[in-house]
């Protein structure tokens, strides 16, 4: 179990939180200046809270009430920043050696030089220097060092937020296999909502120094009334499939789903069978028949659990689905009432493929997300 409990003041920002999760990617998510970089640095030592506690599995690294303070380099927490931070004057296999070097000598790491190599697919670059490689390269090698120096915690501060589209899809994978191979607990920081569907088992969602929300991604996400216009495009269900067939003439994959059959503009390939898309409520249409003739890919069935009605035009509808999870759709007030919506009707949702952002979709295969840490 991973606990974080920490006051820290600044003059113009305070951070408050408190949250625990026992192992798997927890993702810090919010605006910016929420206070997700700073619980990064005090997971990390960089920063020090004025009273609280952080606890990695068995060992305390934080208890200002028994006055411990592991240093930074005793942590055992695994860092990699925006950028990277390689060492410019040293070779790519010098970079990964020098995360060895704080690696304590009396136990084995989680991974060794050759497969960390191996997992990250870095072997071709191991005698270039950082100034050679693309910006996805460096986060590759940056994540090989921090895993050399045999955390029990890996922290990703935005990794992800200085990389184009493309480099991003060439890190997401390495990080999915980070998180489902070695089961190494990971606190990723992010504002990145494709990045937190793909990764995260747990997500903690901070305002202002606080925490507003904690769970599973769907509890997180699901059903968010907007306060103002913009924030319809906020509310996010998660859907739990099976990977039942690609269509490489299309360019498609088809997944199961109790409700039916969810189509996503990608090929997930094999191996990918446990699978989780993430869908924006104004993305999803309702209809009270079965629809024919339409160029919409997805039909779900379901029933109205809920209906929110914000102080404008717009109702936010819960839609339970067989076998348990919920799909949220922002419709007009104008279209609840004409169709004559109401808990209990039966509906039928609607999701064009091309609405669906293949970056964000999961896969969680062989994912082993309850690792403990101990001392």
Known sequence: MISFVCRLARPRFTLDARFAFPGGCTALFGPSGAGKSTIAKLFAGVERPDRGRIAVGERVLVDTEAGISVPMHKRRVGLVFQD??????????????????????????????????????IGHLLAGRPATLSGGERQRVAIGRALLAAPRLLVMDEPLASLDAARKEEILPFIERLRDELALPIVYVSHALDEVARLATNVVMLE????????????????????????????????????????????????????????????????????????????????????????????????????????????????????????????????????????????????????????????????????????
Do not use: M, W
Not at 111 to 121: I, K, R, T
Not at 268 to 282: E, M, N, S, Y
Not at 307 to 333: C, H, K, M, N, Q
Not at 339 to 352: H, M, Q, R
């Open 208 to 375: 202002e120094g606080r925490v507003v929300a904690e769970g599973t991604p769907a509890e997180v996400f699901a059903f968010r009334t907007a306060e103002t216009a913009g924030d319809r495009f906020d509310a996010v269900s998660f859907l739990s499939a099976t990977s039942l067939r690609d269509d490489s003439e299309f360019g498609i994959s088809v997944l199961a789903h109790p409700a039916g059959e969810i189509v996503i503009p990608a090929l997930l390939g094999a191996g990918h069978r446990q699978v989780r898309v993430a869908i924006r409520a104004t993305n999803v249409s309702l209809a009270t028949e079965r629809p024919r003739n339409l160029s919409v890919r997805t039909v779900l069935a379901g029933r109205v659990r809920s209906i929110a009605s914000t102080a404008g035009p717009s109702s936010l509808v819960e839609v339970e689905l067989p076998g348990g999870d919920t799909l949220s759709a922002y419709v007009t007030r104008h279209a609840v009432a004409d169709l004559g919506l109401a808990p209990g009707s039966e509906v039928f949702a609607l999701v064009k493929a091309v609405a669906i952002d293949e970056r964000g979709v999961g896969r969680f295969d062989g994912a082993k997300t309850t690792r403990q840490s101990g001392t």
């Open 84 to 121: 990277g931070q390689l060492l410019p004057h040293l070779s790519v296999r010098q970079n990964l050696a020098y995360g060895s070097y704080f690696a304590p000598r009396h136990e084995p790491g989680v991974v060794g030089f050759d497969d960390v190599v191996s997992l990250l697919g």
